[in-house]
């Protein structure tokens, strides 16, 4: 069964950094892109990125360019998705998501619960 | 980038049809056979429904129909049943990335 595994939910305080990961199992990691989507609490989905576990090619969304890293593993079939400096707007639930050649999200990860909090 | 715009909410009673509208520009929507539209239960993650504009993923009821004109792409649900009440979002590629609809809430009578 191809199947996108995530990291389980943190609370953080702001200013400090976290990443979460993303594990590919039951399909070829290296052959699709791996997206990430954020949805904050009660609002709808948004795209920050993806990532080709192949070479590591990377494109961003304009809205998160700068705010956050995404990296791979492609050793152990693992993407990432990295704060440096967090902010009390970064939580949310972050999903990720295997993104075919047309650009279409056929495998979600659960989601990983984000909470940033004094 | 602003979202796709679709309506906030629609509504129908079991066995009928519905439309959700997904309207964009001639830079995305417009532009590219690449909508896509997802499902979303309460606490749940998306599913795909239905890609490249039209076409459905294998397991996906064929109640669910996708099509386009200009720069409006539509998902009809046909046949409407209790759990189809869920959050629709279209999207689209935009030629460096993909940008979402806001999202519409549908509820079945």
């Known amino acids: 069964e191809e199947q996108l595994v995530q990291s389980g939910a943190e609370v953080k305080k702001p200013g400090e950094s976290l990443r979460i990961s993303c594990k590919g199992s039951?399909?070829?990691?290296?052959?699709?892109?791996i997206g990430w989507v954020r949805q904050m609490p009660g609002k709808g989905l948004e795209w920050m990125g993806v990532?080709?576990?192949?070479?590591?090619?990377?494109r961003y969304s304009p809205s998160f360019q700068g705010q956050v890293t995404l990296s791979v593993d492609k050793s152990i079939s693992t993407a990432y998705l990295q704060w440096n400096t967090l902010k009390a707007s970064d939580t949310a639930i972050y999903y990720c998501?295997?993104?075919?050649?047309?650009?279409?999200?056929?495998?979600w990860g659960p989601g990983s619960l984000v909470t940033v909090s004094s | 980038q602003s979202a796709l715009t679709q309506p906030a909410s629609v509504s129908g009673s079991p066995g009928q049809s519905i439309t959700i509208s997904c309207t964009g520009t001639?830079?995305?929507?417009?532009?590219?056979?690449?909508v896509s539209w997802y499902q979303q239960h309460p606490g749940k993650a998306p599913k795909l429904i239905i890609h490249?504009?039209?076409y459905r993923p294998s397991g996906v009821s064929d109640r669910f129909s996708g099509s386009k004109s200009g720069n409006t792409a539509s998902l009809t649900i046909s046949s409407l049943q209790a759990e189809d009440e869920a959050d629709y979002y279209c999207?689209?590629?935009?030629?460096?990335?993909?940008?979402f609809g806001a999202g519409t809430k549908l509820t079945v009578l």
């Open positions: 998501v295997r993104t075919g050649h047309y650009w279409y999200f056929d495998v």
């Open positions: 039951g399909y070829y990691f290296t052959s699709y892109w």
């Open positions: 990532i080709y576990p192949g070479d590591s090619d990377t």
């Open positions: 001639t830079s995305d929507v417009g532009s590219y056979n690449l």
């Open positions: 490249e504009d039209k």
């Open positions: 999207c689209s590629y935009t030629g460096s990335g993909v940008l």
